[in-house]
């Protein structure tokens, strides 16, 4: 059984060209293994929560994007784990939607920023 899927992916700031090629390999291994990509969403770079340390780098921004996908779960196993050993990576984490397309049909793919809170207009770069 396939489930409805959605990772959010957090790459090193810096290079678009590193985003695009980490987005193609998960999506080729998702496509590899049966699966469906549903969308691919880009959030563009903004701080992360809480700074982060990972391959002797402290990261503070990260580019983030967000695939959502239908795949078996050995298939979601391979791509978290593909992904995650890459050292352009800051984090990633899968976040299960549902269990049919029709669930999350209307889960919208981009970030409603809140304006108004002091320091969130300029320090995210959002709309």
Known sequence: MQHVKAEKFQVRPGNIAEVKEIART????????????????????????????KNQTRYDSGHHFIMRFDASPAA?????????????????????????LREIVDVPGKVEWRRGREGIDGAFGGP
């Open 26 to 53: 998960a999506g080729a291994l998702v496509l590899a293994q049966g699966g469906v990509v549903r969308g691919l969403t880009n959030w563009g770079n903004f701080l992360l929560t809480k700074p982060v340390k």
């Open 76 to 100: 979601q196993k391979l791509v978290h784990k593909t992904v995650a050993i890459d050292p352009r990576m800051i984090r990633c984490g899968i976040v299960k939607m549902g269990e049919t």
